[in-house]
């Protein structure tokens, strides 16, 4: 479903990420582990063409949205859902509008269609309807959590990125997020990966892991082969 080769990303004079190679296959759950700083979500927002890249290849479902037409990388990229580290909500929109915000503002939708489908979504993370029109002030982090998942499943994305997403919350809420990224993506063949620090959380979710220091994937593996891995540096990061 994606395909990264020779992935090159600059930011202010540094070299962050060199040379990433990186495939994720149909129903896959992948799971980015590194330290703070070291570009796990530049690498994500360089495959949605938020950060540019200096060169490689990102190829969506087989079309390379480095060097595809507008029109035609657009189509690619919209298969692609996230959840973006500490939500990125809307204050200022309803709960159900922030929901439906890319099938109002991508798709064009009318809006009670698009309300309709927000509403089904919201269901699916277990947000009843009765919060719909509050604000994403009036939600605790956990709720505001399941209100970003479920806008990221609201395009019925092939593919859904998931920056840090139980960040700041506590287990028990933790643990309800990764059961909802779990059914999302394996009742719906959704291929998915997720950037974390929370052990927990990768134990749970993932099905391979893939480790990155200084711009580069120095390890890729199952969950399984974690607790047998010789590299000094992921056994280190394992068990700090």
């Not at 202010?12 to 990420?17: F, I, K, P, S, T």
């Not at 980015?32 to 495959?47: D, N, P």
């Not at 120095?218 to 607790?227: F, N, P, S, Y």
Request: a negative charge.
């Amino acid at each position: 479903m994606l395909y990264i080769k020779g992935l090159q990303v600059h930011l202010n004079g540094r070299n962050v990420l060199d040379g990433i190679d990186l495939e994720l296959q149909k129903g896959e759950s992948l799971v980015i582990l590194g330290e703070s700083g070291v570009g796990k979500s530049v690498l994500l927002k360089s495959v949605l063409g938020i950060v540019p890249i200096v060169t490689g290849s990102i190829v969506i479902n087989g079309v390379d949205v480095v060097t595809a037409e507008e029109e035609e990388r657009a189509q690619a990229l919209s298969s692609i859902g996230m959840l973006f580290q500490g939500c990125a909500l809307f204050d200022s929109l309803p709960i159900w509008e922030n929901v439906a915000f890319g099938l109002i503002y991508g798709k064009h939708m009318d809006i009670s269609q698009a309300k309709e489908i927000a509403l089904a979504k919201m269901s699916l993370v277990n947000l009843d309807s009765s919060v719909a029109d509050l604000t994403t002030a009036s939600l605790s982090g956990g709720m505001q959590k399941r209100v970003a998942l479920a806008r990221a499943l609201a395009l019925d994305p092939q593919i859904i990125f998931f920056d840090e997403p139980t960040t700041g919350l506590d287990p028990i809420t933790s643990n309800v997020v990764n059961k909802l990224i779990n059914s999302s993506v394996k009742e719906r063949g959704i291929g998915a990966i997720t950037i974390t620090h929370d052990i927990n959380c990768l134990r749970q979710i993932a099905d391979s892991v893939a480790f990155l220091r200084r711009g580069k994937i120095i390890w890729r593996g199952t969950v399984c082969e974690l607790d047998s891995v010789q590299d000094d540096y992921v056994y280190r990061f394992m068990h700090a």
